[in-house]
């Protein structure tokens, strides 16, 4: 089976230069970290001279063995508490012929000619 190969990002400078980051990364795998934590741009660890003394795998590895709590092997489960849902069924729309009997219904017309409400 085929390993799909990621398109590799280039990065153009300001001046025009064309950068290729995953390029950089991998040409510059096993060279020392700069700092004091001993380690390479990969993460193996080295002792005197620059030698591998723990592949990044190695490290990773004896983490997880000694911090079980820090991943998780299962899936989560969905735990939703049982509710009863109503369902409400919607109101049918109406037609603007109805909404202008609803609004008629609501006023009437006095002998001034003012809309008032039913029953002032």
Sequence with gaps: MAVKQTGRKVYKTMQ?????????????ELTPAVGNARVNARGDELGPGGKIIRKREDVLADYYRDNPSTVVD?????????TTVVE??????????????????????????NFVKKGE
């Excluded at 025009?16 to 510059?28: E, I, S, T």
């Excluded at 299962?74 to 049982?82: C, Y």
């Excluded at 012929?97 to 006023?107: D, G």
């Design 74 to 82: 299962e899936l989560p489960t969905k735990s939703v508490p049982q």
């Design 88 to 113: 409400e069924k919607p109101e049918p729309k109406k037609t603007a012929k109805q909404k202008v009997e609803a609004v008629e219904e609501e006023w009437e017309e006095d002998d001034e000619g």
């Design 16 to 28: 025009g230069k064309a950068v290729d980051m995953d390029l950089l990364r991998q040409k510059n």
